[in-house]
């Protein structure tokens, strides 16, 4: 069964600095998706990025990037230039590309706080 | 579009009561889900359909049933409450073809005492 694993409880950062949100997986399939998202205290679920296993680009999204590094299973999120309402909880998800179902598998979440 | 829409946002329950979460979407999505998210924790599913008809259990379905009429309505019921059913639900849905995002209802609190 896969699983995801997000290590960082919390972290916090300064307006304007950059933070690094890290995320692993365990999955046997070689096609698969990955999801950032992002939940602020309004509890509305925002995707935030998306990357896909086949592609050796990292995707992009404004200030938002991803480091996929997929023999390691790794996939963490970098927030440039870090602003207030940056301040959420952050969760890493997995789906697989197959099936009929592609249910989407959610990390623990890591609460990021912006401090002014 | 209104997207996905969840009633009621909160709702407090006594033990032993039921109820139906209601869930809607206007995006004619095939697929649609249930999560729950348990404090501090990451959402779980609870049951999913591919369709109108068609629905399946998803990881922690025990105390839950769904239907799936129409395209547009997923409701989540809850026969006898419990206390450990506390928790925030949320509805998803998305399209069919496999590079399509999930899009999330705003959720429904619920207690239960």
């Known amino acids: 069964a896969q699983t995801v694993t997000q290590s960082q409880p919390e972290m916090s950062v300064q307006e304007a600095e950059t933070v690094t949100l890290s995320c692993t997986y365990d999955t046997s399939e070689s096609d698969y998706y990955l999801f950032w998202y992002k939940q602020p205290p309004s509890r509305q679920m925002i995707l935030v990025i998306r990357q896909e296993a086949y592609k050796q680009q990292n995707a992009t999204e404004n200030r938002f990037s991803v480091n996929f590094q997929k023999a390691a299973k790794s996939f963490s999120l970098k927030i440039s230039d870090s602003q207030l309402g940056d301040a959420a909880m952050y969760f890493c998800a997995y789906r697989g590309y197959g099936g009929a179902t592609n249910k989407l598998i959610f990390g623990t979440g890591t609460l990021l706080a912006v401090q002014p | 579009n209104a997207g996905v829409t969840q009633t009621p946002k909160f709702r407090i329950l006594k033990i032993g009561q039921s109820m139906t979460l209601q869930c809607t979407q206007d995006m004619n999505h095939n697929y649609m889900y249930w999560y729950r998210q348990d404090p501090g924790m990451g959402l779980k599913l609870i049951y999913y359909?591919?369709?109108?008809?068609?629905?399946d259990k998803g990881e922690v379905p025990n105390g839950y049933n769904v239907s799936r009429s129409t395209t547009e309505d997923f409701p989540l019921r809850l026969e006898l409450a419990a206390p450990s059913q506390t928790s925030v639900y949320f509805c998803?849905?998305?399209?069919?073809?496999?590079?399509?995002?999930?899009?999330f209802g705003p959720g429904t609190r619920l207690t239960v005492t």
């Open positions: 359909s591919v369709g109108a008809g068609i629905t």
């Open positions: 998803a849905s998305r399209q069919t073809a496999n590079n399509y995002e999930q899009y």
